[in-house]
């Protein structure tokens, strides 16, 4: 009898070992939220994934989008989730960002998520002019902004967004006093010619640049880009300092075991490997840069930090 009751022990005690994956694998659904709105080429990114995580998982994989507040009102929404990955968020470095321009924000953007892997990564972004711009290189853009301070303008897609953070990095290392003119679609200003200036991630920029509408005078990777023949880099300009990091990442909220953020990481590793976002990659020409959940960790904090000390420099708040 007591051998018995040992075995049965025995059973109950491996089984409980793997209730957490268990309890994990139990949602059919798995639904990613996007902080941006459909049609973006983010959101086309994400849902091209989603395809490929459905078929690496064996699961229904959907995308949700709740755009607004810069990305803070989706990623509060996961913050605030489930944590038995049922609940993802496909966000970008305004995550990082987001918690250098907001001291009150509704999440914690390190404590309350559990990194699942750095998906992607772009070359970074491009310094764009009009097409017709006097300036046909960077040199000459400079020279004229040190000639007439507080007269040439930049465009952006809003106050604290990337595309803001990046022109007042390059103000700053450049020594150049710019307006900023935040617009929820500065891309038609630019080729209006009624904004000087405007910073795009290089996959949005180059379709512009390829149809002649507008010109890059330099882009912000740490290497040229061979998309964009004879642009120079920032840095091998001297500017070491104009960069915000472009990638993209999936994010869990806190909580989740460390062996299930580890499957859901093979889980992204194959995913990346099917066509749908095989095909997306040749679109956006980002490149797959997959971080195991700990590099993800580290290199998000890195970023936090950051930009809780650099932003402040810079003047720029949210509002």
């Given at each position: 009898m007591?051998?018995?009751?040992t075995s049965?022990i025995?059973r109950i005690a491996i089984a409980?070992a793997?209730?957490?994956s268990?309890?994990?694998?139990?949602?059919d659904?798995?639904?990613i939220i996007?902080p941006?709105g459909?049609?973006?080429?983010?959101?086309t990114?994400a849902?091209?994934?989603a395809?490929?995580?459905?078929?690496?998982s064996?699961k229904?994989?959907i995308?949700?989008?709740?755009?607004?507040?810069?990305?803070?009102?989706?990623t509060?929404?996961?913050?605030k989730?489930k944590?038995?990955g049922?609940v993802?968020?496909?966000?970008t470095?305004?995550h990082a960002?987001?918690?250098?321009?907001?001291?009150?924000?509704?999440?914690d953007?390190?404590?309350?998520?559990t990194?699942?892997?750095?998906?992607?990564?772009?070359s970074?972004f491009?310094?764009?002019?009009p097409a017709?711009?006097?300036y046909r290189?960077?040199q000459?853009?400079i020279?004229?902004?040190k000639?007439?301070p507080?007269?040439?303008?930049?465009?952006?897609?809003?106050?604290?967004?990337?595309?803001?953070?990046?022109?007042?990095?390059?103000a700053r290392?450049?020594?150049?006093k710019?307006?900023?003119?935040p617009h929820?679609?500065?891309v038609n200003?630019?080729?209006?010619g009624h904004?000087?200036?405007?910073?795009?991630?290089a996959?949005?920029?180059?379709?512009?640049?390829?149809?002649?509408?507008?010109?890059a005078?330099?882009?912000?990777s740490?290497?040229r880009?061979?998309?964009?023949?004879?642009?120079p880099?920032?840095r091998e300009?001297g500017y070491?300092d104009v960069?915000v990091?472009?990638?993209?990442g999936l994010l869990?909220p806190?909580g989740l075991p460390a062996?299930q953020?580890?499957?859901?990481?093979?889980?992204v590793?194959?995913?990346?490997?099917?066509?749908?976002?095989?095909?997306?990659?040749?679109?956006?020409?980002?490149t797959?840069?997959?971080?195991s959940p700990?590099e993800?960790r580290?290199?998000l904090e890195a970023?936090?930090?950051?930009f809780?000390?650099?932003l402040?420099?810079l003047?720029?708040k949210?509002?």
């Amino acid at each position: 009898m007591l051998k018995g009751l040992t075995s049965t022990i025995a059973r109950i005690a491996i089984a409980a070992a793997f209730l957490p994956s268990m309890a994990w694998a139990q949602p059919d659904l798995v639904r990613i939220i996007v902080p941006l709105g459909a049609g973006h080429p983010f959101d086309t990114a994400a849902r091209a994934l989603a395809e490929g995580l459905a078929k690496s998982s064996g699961k229904t994989v959907i995308v949700e989008n709740k755009p607004g507040a810069g990305g803070r009102i989706a990623t509060a929404d996961v913050a605030k989730a489930k944590a038995d990955g049922s609940v993802l968020l496909f966000t970008t470095a305004g995550h990082a960002t987001n918690a250098g321009l907001y001291s009150n924000l509704p999440y914690d953007p390190i404590k309350d998520f559990t990194p699942i892997s750095v998906v992607s990564k772009s070359s970074g972004f491009a310094l764009l002019v009009p097409a017709n711009s006097p300036y046909r290189t960077i040199q000459e853009l400079i020279a004229a902004a040190k000639a007439q301070p507080d007269t040439l303008n930049y465009g952006s897609f809003g106050n604290g967004n990337t595309t803001h953070v990046v022109a007042a990095m390059f103000a700053r290392a450049a020594n150049l006093k710019l307006i900023h003119v935040p617009h929820q679609n500065p891309v038609n200003d630019l080729i209006g010619g009624h904004i000087n200036m405007l910073f795009m991630g290089a996959s949005t920029a180059l379709p512009l640049v390829s149809d002649g509408r507008v010109r890059a005078l330099a882009i912000s990777s740490e290497a040229r880009d061979p998309e964009f023949p004879g642009v120079p880099t920032f840095r091998e300009l001297g500017y070491n300092d104009v960069d915000v990091p472009a990638w993209s990442g999936l994010l869990a909220p806190a909580g989740l075991p460390a062996d299930q953020a580890q499957a859901l990481f093979s889980q992204v590793k194959e995913a990346v490997k099917q066509p749908a976002y095989q095909n997306n990659l040749k679109i956006t020409k980002a490149t797959v840069v997959l971080s195991s959940p700990e590099e993800y960790r580290k290199s998000l904090e890195a970023d936090v930090v950051r930009f809780r000390k650099v932003l402040p420099e810079l003047g720029i708040k949210g509002n």
